[in-house]
């Protein structure tokens, strides 16, 4: 099989190596400055700027695309040109015969806020830029002629080794803002990277959007009080924050896409990273 993942980061780079490993054919997008590790890796590097504003070059012929490109904080560019934008124009640059392209969205696309569970029936109101883009994004994707094969996976917070939440923070002692009550939404990238590996062997759908999570919400406060303990330091103070936020169900993607969870809750993803 060949591969494209663009966006060679955190989550990019862990699909890419398992389908490397697995014998397949991987080419990863970079804006130059990792192509040789990509390199020695085992990867194809493109040097490929999908915030360039430019059509881009014509893409290799490959049986399944993920477009994991991070968010406007990694990039001196807008959400819009990362998301909208530079989809659209890697969907452009496209054969036409490619395979099925696989976009990584957001559970910020819902912006319930009282406590309720979500999934992917429920109603999407972005509050944020970044999340508005995202759903942007998934129109772009559905609209365009590669999109008939297409597969939305909304994952909730990344977490996972060299990437924590809050554990500068809390390390620091500094007050964290919000309620302690407030729901956290995570899935350990490992885990993360399974949902994209399933995803991209998965059946056509007849919805194909899923919402990918460890499907175990913790409070801000459950949350940030284990973080402090296994960082030997006391409990931060909140301040702030009156909502409770979403709770989000991945039952539809264990379901459907075989997903098995390795860590189900933070407690696991925590002890592990």
Sequence with gaps: MRRLVVGCGYLGERVARAWRESG????????????????????????????????????????????????ARQFASTACDTQVN???????????????????????????????????TSVCEPASQSAQSCLSAEQVLFGHQQGCDALVLRLAGLYG??????????????????????????????????????????????????????????????????LATRLGVAPPAFEGGTGRGKRVRNARAVRELGLHIRYPSYREGLAAS
Excluded: K
């Excluded at 659209?88 to 009282?114: F, H, K, M, N």
């Design 161 to 226: 080794p060299g990437r924590v939440p809050r554990s500068g923070d809390v390390s620091a002692g500094r007050t964290i803002p919000g309620s302690p009550d407030a729901y956290l939404n995570l899935i350990h990238v490992d885990d993360a990277a399974r949902a994209v590996l399933a995803a991209a062997a998965a059946p056509l759908a007849s919805s194909p959007i899923y919402v990918v999570s460890d499907g175990n919400p913790p409070s801000r406060g459950e949350y940030v009080g284990l």
């Design 24 to 71: 397949d054919t991987v080419y990863a997008t970079t804006r130059g400055a990792r192509a040789d590790a990509l390199a020695g890796a085992g990867l194809h590097p493109l040097t490929v700027d999908v915030c360039g504003g430019q059509a881009l070059s014509a893409l290799p012929l490959v049986d399944t695309v993920v477009f994991a490109v991070g968010g």
């Design 86 to 120: 530079g989809l659209r124009a890697v969907l452009d640059a496209l054969p036409e015969s490619t395979g099925r392209v696989i976009y990584v969205s957001s559970t910020g696309v819902y912006a319930q806020d009282a406590g309720e569970w979500v999934d992917e």
